[in-house]
């Protein structure tokens, strides 16, 4: 019986020892290196004072080393918290800062960045993975390079005792405060995750899996922990790569990925800019997506290219993992605007709920609530989200089953298959009717024109019907689009004219080269809308509003 998740690595080193666990750019990590170094890394963190419980961040750019930080932490008994490499220095002090770490798992490509953390922070306990700085930053801090590490004993983990229940990790997410918020799980729901997604996904020894996700992005624990467990290969894409596409299509080729996780937008970009006529692909046999909306012109597009690959739509927060699929038909007939997030995992229950917690009647639009064994346990050092993020329902006297208030919209269909309606925080009030941004966006690109669409709300300008009222919003829409497009504002604005009503259209339409983006892909909304702030002299004194 399994009770913590560096085990599951374990049991593959033991059946297949010299098969590659992670292969990234020229280098490779069979199963017995994975473990031999994943145990001198535990061994060197337990000799620097980490303790059971305590939390060790990594930072560090994507790379073998990733692999082996992860393992060799929960070997530690310690819980392994991934840092964007990317942040500023501002939004790591806070997580270090309020997660408690003492310890952290780099690179000496890192270097710089760590002495500005160093300096910020007052200073760690460790550094493992690079030599002291020659003018460091903060002197109470030890540093170990990797070739330290490897003087460690790596013949047995530090005996350490564990349950399932122990903190596995923790995930930093944006909130909406803009205060990061830690999704803490334990060995118990990351185990459940990897074993309930092998086995829905049919992952096993033959797999090579393509890691597109950032370790600090909840998809990537698809990669790094189910793989491990049935025994397949992860190919750990360089970022290099992510951001071209006719070179990623290459290295999917070239890597023979069998099972592939993203984003849409990953998957969009390989077929506008991939080349993908060019590629032998063949080796695909399931393409999963998830973490936001999937176009369908896009998606059946994509089909008939790879017409020998299953397609499935994932749905799931952070806080859950993973809770639903949607095995996609190879028509794609009656979905014109959304795509089912499908069939809620077996040993899952879901409930859909009005705003007073009703359970509404089938068809009906409300929250979705999850009780899985997926859950996490709550939000690190945050009391006030735990006690508004989970929803009790009696049993009996004193005794509640705790559900997951996820946020998002959602509905039954006749056919049973779970729908997906948007934000409940991405709805706002126009003049009294609630409107669904996500549903503009979705209008606005179904156009054959338009790649990316982009509603936020705004506040409204002098001249405006509301504009004497106070706190009332409106809605501005940004377009990306495709090459050689001549569509005009106007032309947008008449499209979705006809298929919105009059209270839903946006005030104002901008078309930009490209959107900003968060570090897992996905549409940076709120930025945009402060660049339109900023842009947008009638908005200047109203700065305060926030994107929806």
Not at 97 to 114: E, N, P, W, Y
Not at 195 to 202: C, M
């Amino acid at each position: 019986m399994q009770y913590h998740l560096s085990q599951s690595a374990d049991f593959s080193a033991d059946k297949h020892p010299e098969s590659a666990a992670f292969r990234c750019q020229s280098e490779s990590l069979d199963y017995a290196g994975l473990r031999h170094g994943a145990n001198q890394l535990a061994n060197a963190l337990v000799d620097q004072g980490v303790k059971r419980g305590d939390r060790v961040g990594i930072y560090c750019n994507k790379s073998l080393e990733s692999a082996l930080a992860i393992y060799g932490i929960l070997k530690a008994g310690a819980a392994y918290v991934p840092i964007d490499p990317h942040s500023p220095v501002h939004r790591i002090e806070q997580i270090l800062t309020r997660c408690g770490i003492r310890h952290l798992v780099s690179h000496t490509a890192k270097a710089q960045d760590v002495n500005a953390i160093l300096q910020s922070t007052g200073g760690l306990d460790a550094v493992i993975g690079m030599s002291e700085p020659e003018a460091p930053a903060v002197h109470r801090c030890r540093f170990m390079n990797w070739n330290e590490v490897r003087d460690s004993d790596g013949e047995r983990a530090p005996n350490v005792r564990l349950t399932e229940q122990d903190l596995a990790y923790v995930i930093f997410t944006s909130g909406s405060t803009g205060i990061p918020k830690g999704i803490m799980h334990s060995h118990h729901s990351g185990l459940s995750y990897a074993r309930l997604s092998a086995d829905t996904y049919d992952l096993g020894h033959g797999d090579i899996l393509g890691n597109h996700s950032p370790l600090h992005f909840d998809m990537s624990t698809l990669d790094y922990l189910t793989g491990p467990m049935v025994g397949s290969t992860t190919v750990i894409i360089p970022e290099a790569h992510t951001k071209l596409p006719a070179s990623l299509s290459a290295l999917v080729e070239q890597e023979r990925m069998t099972v592939w996780y993203s984003v849409p937008f990953a998957l969009i970009q390989l077929l506008l800019r991939g080349v993908l006529e060019k590629r032998d692909l063949t080796s695909l046999r399931w393409v999963l997506f998830g973490g936001e909306p999937f176009p369908p012109k896009y998606l059946r597009e994509l089909m008939n290219i790879w017409p020998h690959a299953k397609f499935s739509n994932i749905y799931g927060p952070a806080e859950v993992n993973q809770c639903s699929y949607y095995h996609v038909p190879e028509s794609l007939t009656g979905y014109e605007e959304s795509i089912p997030i499908g069939t809620i995992w077996k040993n899952t229950e879901a409930l859909i709920v009005d705003e007073s917690g009703r359970q509404v009647s089938p068809e009906m639009t409300g929250e979705l609530l999850i009780k899985s064994p997926t859950m996490m346990r709550g939000y690190w050092g945050r009391p006030d989200l735990n006690a508004a993020c989970f929803f009790k329902r009696p049993i009996c006297t004193d005794v509640h089953d705790r559900f997951y208030r996820t946020g998002d919209l959602a509905s039954v269909n006749g056919k049973g298959e779970y729908l997906y309606h948007g934000r409940k925080d991405r709805q706002v009030k126009i003049r009294g009717n609630r409107v669904e941004l996500d549903e503009i966006e979705s209008v606005f690109i179904a156009h054959e024109s338009v790649e990316e669409a982009a509603a936020y709300s705004m506040p409204v300008v002098d001249g405006s019907p509301a504009a004497s009222i106070e706190g009332a919003v409106g809605i501005e829409v940004a377009l990306v689009l495709k090459g050689g497009s001549g569509i005009s504002k106007q032309e947008a604005m008449n499209y979705a004219g006809d298929r919105l009503p009059r209270y839903a259209l946006p005030e104002r339409i901008r078309i930009l080269g490209s959107f900003p983006r968060t570090t897992s892909d996905k549409i940076d909304r709120r930025e945009l809308q402060k660049r339109a702030l900023d842009e947008h002299p009638a908005y200047q004194k109203s700065s305060e509003h926030h994107a929806t």
